[in-house]
């Protein structure tokens, strides 16, 4: 290849750009796979890889206070959330979304350290109440300033809009996994209950449907605009006004184009056809008051 020509990767950059680990891996499958989508590799396969850099990092910083990723997680949480009366272990377990046993086990190392102590909680007998010693306490004023100063330093080779575009498309991909709702009290605009796109493909490969790209409904709360506009459980949305709903954060949009009060126009597939369907929001749903859903679905 001459020095001027570029060559194109299997992800769609050029040689205009540096080439890393993953440029090399794509190669070598296009070359012997050339029948196969390894697109989703160069965003995976990096995440995955700079993760691994970035825990190598971190856990070096952990090291120099004496600390591991795991008592780390529970030092912070603990500095942030504790008003100076104890945290419970059912607030521990939320915050780092653990098990009961798991959190029990960091803590009781943590007591032996001398980083954290139990007390008794006056609300309930049944339960203790976790807080940082003194000790702790410093500890924690040294290293949230040190672990801070560290990813900065991992973050240096790019600009702060490229840092802000970054963590943007980072949050748009961690909702779909994580999900959304709206505040306990809000009245929900549409009254629904949504699948990310990722489940929607395995649901409808299940049940023998063909591929469709969109929100899955999981729920339609009666009574509701979508209900009332004959939007069902097992339905995909497809588009919103002129988003593609490939994310709760396109559908959102769509609502935010819509004036208030007005109509959201909608393209749907059910079984092996689609329809159009139109969703006045003129009267929004009644909040979904009492009523746990499970993580990683849309409230909408």
Same mark, same amino acid.
């Given at each position: 290849?001459?020095? %001027?020509?570029?060559?194109?990767?299997?992800?769609? +950059?050029?040689?205009?750009v /540096?080439?890393?680990?993953v &440029?090399l891996?794509?190669?070598s499958w296009?070359?012997?796979r050339?029948?196969?989508?390894f !697109?989703?590799v160069?965003?995976?396969?990096?995440?995955?890889?700079?993760?691994a %850099?970035? &825990?190598?990092?971190?856990?070096?910083?952990?090291?120099?206070?004496?600390?591991?990723? +795991?008592t780390?997680?529970?030092?912070?949480?603990?500095?942030?959330? &504790?008003?100076?009366t104890?945290?419970?272990?059912?607030?521990?377990?939320?915050?780092?979304?653990?098990?009961?046993g798991?959190?029990?086990?960091?803590?009781?190392?943590?007591?032996?350290?001398?980083?954290?102590?139990?007390?008794?909680?006056?609300? !309930?007998k049944?339960n203790?109440?976790?807080?940082?010693?003194?000790?702790?306490?410093?500890?924690?004023?040294?290293?949230? /300033?040190?672990h801070? &100063?560290?990813?900065?330093r991992?973050?240096?080779?790019l600009?702060?809009?490229?840092?802000?575009?970054? =963590?943007?498309?980072?949050?748009?991909?961690?909702?779909?996994?994580e999900?959304s709702?709206?505040?306990?009290?809000?009245?929900?605009?549409?009254?629904?209950?949504?699948a990310?796109? *990722?489940?929607?493909i @395995?649901?409808?490969?299940s049940?023998?449907?063909p591929?469709?790209?969109?929100?899955l409904?999981? +729920?339609?709360?009666?009574?509701?605009? =979508?209900a009332?506009a004959?939007?069902r459980?097992?339905?995909v949305?497809?588009?919103?006004?002129?988003?593609?709903?490939?994310?709760i =954060?396109?559908l *959102?949009?769509?609502?935010?184009?819509? /004036? %208030?009060?007005?109509?959201?126009?909608?393209?749907?597939?059910r079984?092996t056809?689609? *329809?159009?369907?139109?969703? !006045?929001?003129? *009267?929004p749903?009644?909040p979904?008051?009492?009523? @746990? !859903?499970?993580?990683?679905? %849309?409230?909408?």
């Amino acid at each position: 290849m001459a020095p %001027h020509e570029r060559r194109t990767v299997p992800d769609g +950059s050029d040689d205009a750009v /540096p080439r890393d680990s993953v &440029d090399l891996l794509l190669f070598s499958w296009a070359d012997r796979r050339p029948d196969l989508d390894f !697109s989703p590799v160069a965003l995976v396969a990096r995440l995955a890889r700079v993760r691994a %850099h970035i &825990d190598a990092a971190l856990d070096q910083v952990f090291a120099e206070h004496g600390l591991g990723a +795991s008592t780390f997680a529970v030092l912070v949480t603990l500095a942030r959330v &504790d008003d100076g009366t104890g945290v419970t272990q059912r607030r521990l377990m939320d915050e780092l979304d653990l098990t009961s046993g798991t959190v029990s086990v960091r803590v009781d190392r943590m007591v032996e350290t001398g980083l954290v102590i139990r007390s008794a909680d006056p609300e !309930s007998k049944r339960n203790s109440l976790v807080s940082l010693t003194p000790r702790g306490r410093e500890l924690a004023e040294r290293v949230i /300033p040190a672990h801070l &100063d560290n990813e900065a330093r991992m973050l240096a080779g790019l600009t702060d809009d490229e840092r802000g575009l970054l =963590a943007g498309l980072l949050r748009k991909l961690l909702v779909e996994f994580e999900g959304s709702a709206p505040p306990p009290d809000a009245r929900c605009r549409l009254g629904l209950t949504l699948a990310p796109v *990722h489940r929607t493909i @395995t649901v409808r490969q299940s049940a023998g449907l063909p591929p469709a790209l969109g929100l899955l409904v999981r +729920s339609a709360q009666p009574g509701s605009p =979508a209900a009332r506009a004959g939007i069902r459980t097992g339905d995909v949305l497809l588009r919103a006004g002129h988003y593609e709903l490939r994310s709760i =954060a396109a559908l *959102h949009a769509a609502l935010a184009d819509t /004036p %208030h009060g007005g109509d959201l126009r909608l393209r749907i597939a059910r079984g092996t056809g689609e *329809h159009g369907a139109t969703v !006045s929001l003129a *009267h929004p749903a009644e909040p979904r008051s009492g009523v @746990t !859903s499970p993580a990683g679905y %849309h409230y909408l």
